[in-house]
Nanobody, 124 residues
Framework: QVQLVESGGGLVQAGGSLRLSCAAS??????YGWFRQAPGKEREFVAA????????YYSDSVKGRFTISRDTPKNTVNLEMGSLKPEDTAVYYC???????????????????WGQGTQVTVSS
């Protein structure tokens, strides 16, 4: 049974940092992603990484502030978030899927498994 379990969310002041972690179990996938959804908005892509962690993609809104990484022995996917802004406030979801990262990594429709989400709140 595949499970993705996020941790690390919380409340932080603007300009601060948080580290999210996603523990995957059951099997491995060739790509992992982080998405987020703010109240009243659609789920949006944040970052994606290949199985080995060598290839990464970021949305323009987080590029230069967030870093996605893979710990393959532990089978975790991490998201280091820095210079946080109030507009980063959302529920953050970890996702896993197969298929080409370049073509499908930024589209939520091409992820097969999702975590339950973790709340990140950035105060101004």
């Amino acid at each position: 049974q595949v499970q993705l379990v996020e941790s690390g969310g919380g409340l932080v002041q603007a300009g601060g940092s948080l580290r999210l972690s996603c523990a995957a179990s059951g099997r491995t996938f060739n790509r992992y992603g982080w998405f987020r959804q703010a109240p009243g908005k659609e789920r949006e892509f944040v970052a994606a990484v290949s199985w080995a962690g060598r290839i990464t993609y970021y949305s323009d809104s987080v590029k230069g502030r967030f870093t996605i990484s893979r710990d393959t022995p532990k089978n975790t996917v991490n998201l280091e978030m820095g210079s946080l802004k109030p507009e980063d406030t959302a529920v953050y979801y970890c996702a896993a899927g197969n298929g080409p990262l370049a073509e499908r990594g930024q589209d939520a429709r091409y992820y097969d498994y999702w975590g339950q989400g973790t709340q990140v709140t950035v105060s101004s």
